[in-house]
Each structure stands twice: as C-alpha cells, then as structure tokens.
C-alpha cells in the first residue's frame, strides 16, 4: 500500500495529559508535511491550534475523554465549546457503564445529542472494545448505525487496550454502510497501519505512524 494513501487515513494524535503547545505544534506540522487526515488533540488546544494550522489542517479533538462517564450535558457543552473553538472532528467517548447495564436507549440518545451538539461537524463515536464483550460490541455496531455519527472507534488507548484486527473485522461485519471505521490504540508500524486499512477501517488514531515515516525518511 502508498505511504502516501496510509498517512492520509492517520489521525495524528497527541493526547498525552502533559502534552506542551510546542508539543502540539509540532504534531500540527507533521500533519501538515505528511498529508494526515487530521490532528487530535486535547480541547484546551483546539482553538490556538486552529488559528495556527488554518485551513491547511482539520483539528480533531476528544469528548467525555477518555472515560465516557460525564453527562450527557456535560458532552454536548464540551462538544459545542470545541466546535466553536475551530475543531472540526470529535471523538466522544461512550458511557461504559450503560453498556454493562444494557441501556440502550440511553446510549442512543446521548450519541444523538452530541452529534446534534456537533452542528454538522463529523463524529466518531470510541466503544472502548477492550472493555466490551463480542456481543457488547455487536450491540453498539447497531445503535451508532442508528445514530447519525459518521464513524465507530475502537478505542482511547487510554483504557489498557488498542485497536485489534478481530475487532476491525466485527465491525466491518456489523456497522451499516454509511458507517465509517477507526482504528485507535497501539498501531506501532506501517504494517499494523496496512493491516487496519485493508480489514475495513478508513481512519487510524496513531501517533507512530508519522514517526515510522519520518525514520524511514531517516535512513
């Protein structure tokens, strides 16, 4: 697969809790350089991100992060405060816990307020497969079809497991058509990144894949 078709499904990410602006500046003109499909980053970064990279860059940014257990309130005003701050993706986390529960309805509501929250903004909306069973998963393949986002997502990385190619293949079997894929989480290589792309998913959350390009560069 083109290098240049890998770096253009990347979501260059820096979500670490100490991550600096020269830090996210830098990742800001990686994505620049390398053609990424977005940068993701914290919301306390949105807006001096968006003033520095312009229309050169899309900005992601993360919703109810990296736990999922705000309210729904609470996610839909940080959602509507990065919007307008500049982002022009989020990435909502899921409550968990209602998943466990089996409120299904909850889950479906609050998705469909954040997207709404989004004002026409695109939405990927992290399950946390590593803390969901197959059925689990299966179940929320269904309600984000139902939902309006424009893509599921494995993962946070934040939560003790990535992004796996089972779970890429699950939810290329499940989600509607209209349903894009993120994989997140511990995509190390180009490799994984081929991997990932070639089972179904069109996005990778990563901030190796930048790093394995510019090495290879190295050499």
Known sequence: MDIKTILAA??????????????????????????AASVCIPASYVAQAKSYAGDKLPI????????????TAAKC??????????ADEIDMVINIGWVKDRKWDDLLAEIKAVKAACGGKLL???IETCLLTDEEKVKMCEIVSASGAEFIKTSTGFAG???TREDVALFAAHVAPHVKIKAAGGIASLQDAEDFLALGASRLGTSRVVKAVKEQEGR
């Open 10 to 35: 990347v979501d260059h990410t820096l979500l670490a809790q100490g991550a600096t602006w020269e830090q996210i500046r830098a990742v800001c003109d990686d994505g620049v350089k390398y053609g």
């Open 60 to 71: 992601c940014t993360v919703i109810g992060f990296p736990n999922g257990y705000s309210t």
């Open 77 to 86: 005003f940080e959602t509507e405060d990065a919007v307008k701050n500049g």
């Open 124 to 126: 990927k909306v992290i």
């Open 161 to 163: 497991g990535g992004a």
